[in-house]
C-alpha cells in the first residue's frame, strides 16, 4: 500500500510515493516562483491601503497570480474520502476572510469614481490570510513534511490536496473581497465598473 506525499516543488502529480509505515515528502523547498507569487499576494497589501481610484489592476492582478499559481502547481483536484474536507474547510475559510477584507476595506466616491482603502482591519485580515498560507507552505516542505506525510497517511489524504486547498483558499479570498466591493460600490449609487486606468491615489 502507499500513499502520494507530492512535494510542493514537484511539478508532476503522479510523483513524489512513499511507502506505509514510512511518511514522507520530497525534501526541497519551495521554489522562487513559489516565493514571487506569495509574497507578491502579501505585498498588494500596500496597493490597498492607499485611497485609490477602483481600477481593473487592482481588480485583476491578485486574480491573475492566483491563476498562476494554480496552473503552475495545481495539477489535481482530489475530492475522494477526506479530500473533500480540507478542500471546503480551505475554501470556506477563504470565502469569509475575503468577505470580511470587502466589508471592512473603506469605500466612497469622488466625481462619480469609486475610491477604496483597506483600513487597519481589512489589512490585518488580508496579511493573515495570506501570511498563513505562505507559513503553512513552508512548514509543508520543511520541518513539518514529515508531520504533515504522516497525517496525510493516517487519514486516507492524498497530498496532492494541499497545493489545491490554498490555491483554491486565496483563489475564494480574492474573488469574494471583489465580489462584496463591487457590491457595495453599487450600492454607493454609480456604476461599479472599475476603471482602465491605473486611477488616482490620494492620501
Not at 520530497?26 to 481600477?55: N, S, Y
Request: net charge positive; charged share 15%; proline share 5%.
Amino acid at each position: 500500500m502507499v500513499a502520494p506525499t507530492l512535494g510542493w516543488d514537484r511539478p508532476n502529480p503522479t510523483l513524489g510515493w512513499c511507502r506505509a509505515g514510512s511518511p514522507g515528502r520530497d525534501p526541497r523547498g519551495m521554489t522562487t516562483t513559489l516565493w514571487i507569487i506569495d509574497i507578491t499576494l502579501i505585498a498588494l497589501v500596500l496597493l490597498q491601503i492607499r485611497r485609490r481610484r477602483l481600477t481593473l489592476v487592482q481588480v485583476l492582478l491578485p486574480i491573475a497570480l492566483v491563476l498562476w499559481a494554480g496552473i503552475a502547481y495545481v495539477h489535481s483536484v482530489p475530492l475522494g474520502g477526506d479530500n473533500a474536507l480540507v478542500i471546503g474547510g480551505f475554501v470556506v475559510i477563504g470565502a469569509l476572510l475575503g468577505a470580511a477584507i470587502g466589508f471592512t476595506t473603506h469605500m466612497s466616491t469622488t466625481d462619480g469614481r469609486v475610491m477604496t482603502r483597506a483600513g487597519v482591519v481589512a489589512a490585518v485580515l488580508w496579511v493573515a490570510g495570506m501570511g498563513a498560507r505562505l507559513a503553512f507552505q513552508l512548514w509543508a516542505t520543511e520541518n513539518g513534511r514529515l508531520d504533515l506525510g504522516r497525517f496525510d497517511f493516517q487519514h486516507a489524504i492524498s497530498n496532492d490536496v494541499w497545493p489545491a486547498a490554498l490555491v483554491l483558499m486565496a483563489g475564494a479570498t480574492v474573488l469574494l473581497r471583489v465580489g462584496v466591493i463591487l457590491t457595495r460600490a453599487r450600492r454607493l449609487g454609480v456604476d461599479p465598473q472599475p476603471s482602465a486606468v491605473t486611477g488616482d491615489v490620494r492620501a
